[in-house]
């Protein structure tokens, strides 16, 4: 089932994708729903994030090559996280499929994207083993982590290097039947392919994670978890226009410009 969250009268609301229609329904995917008047054409809605998180929880670094690479970039050692840890990032920075990413006119010009599998929690959940971690997933969407280098390297927190408003779009729905051993993720920049890699080829696999932070947290329904990235990505600029394509899912869109340009 594809869920989308769009504007409708003002109100954000759910639907079910069918095809090219999209069945309203009073309620969500989380707690209930039921249909609400008639399908309605696709092309004329306008998508929100598919979710607005209760915590927006970050895998961090859980590709190998991306370690390998962030860190031959910054003249460093590699440092290979030894266990599942998660970090934190903000809703104020959240954006829906297609609407513009902002880089700030005081940023330099080392702004990078980061394509990320998004895990959907629909449920509850306490103390997960790896075995039925999955369990508690609604589904999966897409994520673009834009990252400001010189910032991130800068600053004591990731406050604006990661949090920046606009630098997190989401979307552009959730899937609830894609399979994570299925997927490739594939980024393209101004339609020039630039990574390819296999979505769960994982430092820390989806179930790990999840039964780690679940031994410490009540997961709750609308979570999400963005799992991280593989390889490095080029340095973006105004007017680039950003795909992530995970298989399964969808593609992720959107455009970059940068303020007073």
Not at 34 to 50: S, T
Not at 60 to 89: C, F, Q, S, T
Not at 103 to 111: C, G, K, L, M, N
Request: glycine share 10%.
């Amino acid at each position: 089932m594809r869920w989308i969250r769009f504007e409708d009268m003002g109100e954000a609301v759910y639907g079910i994708v069918e095809g090219d229609m999209v069945q309203p329904v009073r309620g969500d995917p989380f707690e209930g729903f039921e249909e609400l008047g008639e399908p309605r054409a696709f092309g004329g809605i306008k998508l929100l994030v598919p979710v607005v998180p209760k915590v927006f929880y970050a895998a961090g670094l859980n590709y190998v090559d991306h370690i390998m690479e962030v860190a031959a970039k910054n003249g460093r050692e590699p440092n290979i996280p030894p266990e599942a840890d998660v970090g934190y990032r903000a809703n104020n920075a959240l954006i829906a499929h297609g609407e513009n990413i902002v880089i700030p006119a005081d940023a330099t010009e080392r702004v990078e994207y980061e394509a990320e599998l998004v895990v959907v929690i629909g449920k509850k959940a306490k103390n997960l083993t790896e075995a039925n971690a999955l369990d508690c997933v609604l589904g999966y969407t897409i994520g673009n982590d834009m990252s400001e280098r010189t910032w991130q390297g800068q600053d004591r927190t990731l406050w604006r290097a990661k949090n920046t408003d606009t630098f997190k779009p989401m979307g552009p729905w959730i899937e609830t039947d894609a399979k994570l051993e299925d997927m490739e993720t594939i980024v393209r920049v101004n339609g020039e392919e630039t990574i390819r890699f296999m979505t769960a080829k994982m430092l820390f696999s989806v179930q790990t994670f999840l039964a780690r932070m679940s031994k410490y947290i009540e997961l709750q329904p609308c979570d999400v978890v963005w799992m991280g990235t593989e390889g490095s990505s080029p340095q973006v600029r105004h007017g680039d226009v950003i795909d992530i394509d995970i298989t399964g899912i969808g593609t992720l869109t959107n455009p970059v410009m940068r303020e007073g340009n």
